[in-house]
T-cell receptor, first 110, second 115 residues
């Protein structure tokens, strides 16, 4: 079945860039998403990318998609302590269902 | 404000009891979803509903039940048959059929603990 994988942890210094990576298996994915989850809260949509795009930039966020390698990344420029959270990538199948990755816990230290 | 509400935020249950988690949305979304979140495992789909009076099992439906009598509401019952119910439960909704970049919007979650 479809699978989405992420590394579990990432630790960065405040002001540096963070890069969170995600690999997926379903080549028919139409849209891919990045969500942010703060402690004890629901998921908040950060950004998304259509499968025929290579890159999307939205303020401090840059999404890169390598469709050949089925690799998605989220770069956060000038990472702040408020960026500390769990980040999930998700792919949308042809239907309305989303397949989520395991989540990457980003810790930002001063 | 439009959004998804879940209640209660924290819920404690004794073994052998059924409990019902509430999920309400005023986004006029047709589709609603229930996920379970465990540490290091991401989100797993329990049940989903694309239209009133209809719902489908997700990947881990055993020990759970749902109803969809109203478009706005999609309650989840955790039954005594669920062997390990302690988890964080998230409800989500979206338009259906899903078009363009439409995606799911999430409620704040309910943390269920079995004592």
């Amino acid at each position: 079945g479809e699978d989405v994988e992420q590394s579990l942890f990432l630790s960065v210094r405040e002001g540096d860039s963070s890069v969170i990576n995600c690999t997926y298996t379903d080549s028919s994915s139409t849209y891919l998403y990045w969500y942010k989850q703060e402690p004890g809260a629901g998921l908040q949509l950060l950004t998304y990318i259509f499968s025929n795009m290579d890159m999307k930039q939205d303020q401090r966020l840059t999404v890169l998609l390598n469709k050949k390698d089925k690799h998605l990344s989220l770069r956060i420029a000038d990472t702040q302590t408020g960026d500390s959270a769990i980040y999930f990538c998700a792919e949308r199948e042809d239907t309305d269902k989303l397949i989520f990755g395991t989540g990457t816990r980003l810790q930002v230290f001063p | 404000d439009g959004g998804i509400t879940q209640s209660p935020k924290y819920l404690f249950r004794k073994e052998g009891q059924n409990v019902t988690l509430s999920c309400e949305q005023n986004l006029n979304h047709d589709a609603m979803y229930w996920y379970r979140q465990d540490p290091g495992q991401g989100l797993r789909l329990i049940y989903y509903s694309q239209i009133v009076n209809d719902f489908q099992k997700g990947d881990i439906a055993e020990g759970y039940s749902v109803s969809r009598e109203k478009k706005e509401s999609f309650p989840l019952t955790v039954t005594s048959a669920q062997k390990n119910p302690t988890a964080f439960y998230l409800c989500a909704s979206t338009t259906y059929p899903t078009g363009g970049a439409d995606t799911q919007y999430f409620g704040p979650g309910t943390r269920l603990t079995v004592l």
